[in-house]
């Protein structure tokens, strides 16, 4: 019986462990791809105290800090998590089964492909779901952005003030984004609406992306795609608990990381805290505080 369940070894579950370890809770992390999400970015700058640094690299630190503070980690998937009176009963794909007073559901989030060609060997490369986190490095180069959500008009935006020059791609002539976000990238010279298109292919030549081809067979001369078309919180584990969400499926959880299941606690992108605002350092902070919060209700007996 453990004292605390973090399932998923990433951004917020490797925090998680390595502050429950402090406070002397035993503690596992089971998680399939260590350091998550951010582990495929090819390089970080907007992490506080990394200059720059390949994603793998800062999620090792994350790793080895939290094993040497004591966590335990194990390679697995986590194919679900049940409610007993007492305790929580967690089972893995390869019919592994543990037990713990607590859980810590820190599985983030999962984003929408455009399932063109090359996207996913290109991931971490030449394609980013995440203007804020790899805008910088093309900065003064024509980049491509699809989506037509609030967030792919405001990372058109961001972009536009750092790159030469914006193709938006998007299905439709029409946005889902408020007026206010589509007026203001109409007005920037830079941006271009490339409307009721799609993408159908990542071009490149040695190794370099030098244009996208969309379905209507036109091309647009770019070096770099950001895709900004939504994510799904990957909450496929805990979905039989029944657990509140809310209107985008994020797991709702108090100012404690605790959600509507009293001793189940969630932390980073699939929760609703932090003002959904998805990066690693926000992740991080969740996962510290809900260990504190385990930390807290552990004293009391709660």
């Not at 439709?172 to 159908?200: C, G, M, P």
């Amino acid at each position: 019986m453990y004292d605390l369940i973090i399932v998923w070894a990433g951004s917020a579950g490797y925090p998680a462990g390595m502050y429950a370890s402090r406070y002397k809770i035993k503690n596992l992390i089971i998680g399939a791809m260590p350091g998550g999400a951010l582990a495929t970015s090819h390089k970080v700058e907007n992490y506080p105290g990394t200059i720059s640094a390949p994603g793998k690299e800062i999620m090792d630190s994350f790793k080895e800090h939290a094993m040497q503070s004591g966590s335990e980690i194990v390679q697995e998937i986590v194919s679900s998590v049940a409610k007993h009176e007492d305790h929580f009963h967690i089972t893995t794909s390869n019919w592994n089964e543990y037990k713990a007073k607590k859980v810590i559901i820190a599985t983030g989030n999962n984003h929408r492909h455009l399932g063109a060609k090359w996207e996913n060997e290109f991931l971490g490369k030449w394609v980013s779901y995440c203007a804020t986190c790899d805008g910088m490095f093309f900065r003064w180069r024509d980049i491509v952005l699809v989506g037509g959500w609030n967030t792919a008009l405001t990372e058109a935006l961001y972009l536009s003030d750092i790159c030469n020059k914006v193709y938006l791609v998007h299905r439709s002539d029409t946005f889902r984004a408020e007026n206010i976000w589509v007026e203001n990238a109409q007005k920037k010279e830079n941006i271009e609406f490339i409307l009721k298109e799609e993408v159908e292919e990542i071009k490149w030549d040695f190794m370099w992306v030098n244009e996208i081809l969309l379905k209507s067979g036109k091309t647009l001369k770019a070096e770099w795609i950001f895709v900004a078309v939504g994510t799904l919180p990957n909450t496929a584990v805990v979905d039989s608990l029944n657990l509140a969400k809310d209107d985008e499926w994020c797991l709702v959880v108090d100012a404690r990381q605790e959600t509507s299941i009293p001793g189940l606690y969630a932390a980073g992108d699939v929760t609703t805290n932090s003002n959904k605002f998805k990066q690693t350092i926000m992740s991080a902070a969740e996962g510290c505080l809900a260990a504190n919060s385990v930390h807290e209700d552990l004293l009391r007996g709660a």
